[in-house]
T-cell receptor, first 114, second 113 residues
Framework: EADIYQTPRYLVIGTGKKITLECSQT?????MYWYQQDPGMELHLIHYSYGVNSTEKGDLSSESTVSRIRTEHFPLTLESARPSHTSQYLC?????????????FGQGTRLTVV | QKEVEQNSGPLSVPEGAIASLNCTYSDRVSQSFFWYRQYSGKSPELIMSIYSNGDKEDGRFTAQLNKASQYVSLLIRDSQPSDSATYLC?????????????FGQGTILTVHP
């Protein structure tokens, strides 16, 4: 069973607030991902990290930012939440490449901005 | 061209039938391939992985990879209503993006009794 955790699971917050979505994994994986997914829609990669101090933006433009100061921790921050940020955010990690590229997912954070 | 493309679906099959899900990929995604299942409101879970040309079987699931045609598929035999979900194809990149996983848009499968 994968050991990757996201908190909170659900968050309802007002417009303009700053929020941080937490993601931690205990598997020592180098690669970590943040995906955004609306109900019934496809996964969109918004941030990717190769390892500590290495991050890049994904295929879908996002106003969020990420940091990777420790291997196990990959938080996502929204400086000023807006209703358009309402979505499910999924964090994932993988060990390496090739046969070890398989990603394990956290349970997700469902964000609602009112 | 999208790096990983699933162009079948939504798919509806009767219980007990074989469900066939297809995926094509670009040159950037060539190292390894994975099939995930995602139930509504849940996170994706890995069900199959394949790295070499040919077939790989695991219970009712068979993954097929054809690198010459850049094609990967998933067959589900004896489909059950509990198989109803979105199936995601994913590929691991090579080169400068080694290990980066890219997902297709998903295929919705419905197995009706």
């Amino acid at each position: 069973e994968a050991d990757i955790y996201q908190t909170p699971r659900y968050l309802v917050i007002g417009t303009g607030k700053k929020i941080t979505l937490e993601c931690s994994q205990t598997m020592g994986h180098d690669k970590m991902y943040w995906y955004q997914q609306d109900p019934g829609m496809e996964l969109h990669l918004i941030h990717y990290s190769y390892g500590v101090n290495s991050t890049e933006k994904g295929d879908l433009s996002s106003e969020s930012t990420v940091s990777r100061i420790r291997t196990e921790h990959f938080p996502l921050t929204l400086e000023s939440a807006r209703p358009s940020h309402t979505s499910q955010y999924l964090c994932a990690s993988s060990e390496a490449g090739g046969r070890f590229a398989e990603a394990f997912f956290g349970q997700g954070t469902r964000l609602t901005v009112v | 061209q999208k790096e990983v493309e699933q162009n079948s679906g939504p798919l509806s099959v009767p219980e007990g039938a074989i469900a066939s899900l297809n995926c094509t990929y670009s040159d950037r995604v060539s190292q390894s391939f994975f099939w995930y299942r995602q139930y509504s409101g849940k996170s994706p879970e890995l069900i199959m992985s394949i790295y070499s040309n040919g077939d790989k079987e695991d219970g009712r699931f068979t993954a097929q990879l054809n690198k010459a045609s850049q094609y990967v598929s998933l067959l589900i035999r004896d489909s059950q209503p509990s198989d109803s979900a979105t199936y995601l194809c994913a590929g691991g990149a090579g080169g400068t993006s080694y290990g980066k996983l890219t997902f297709g848009q998903g295929t919705i499968l419905t197995v009706h009794p």
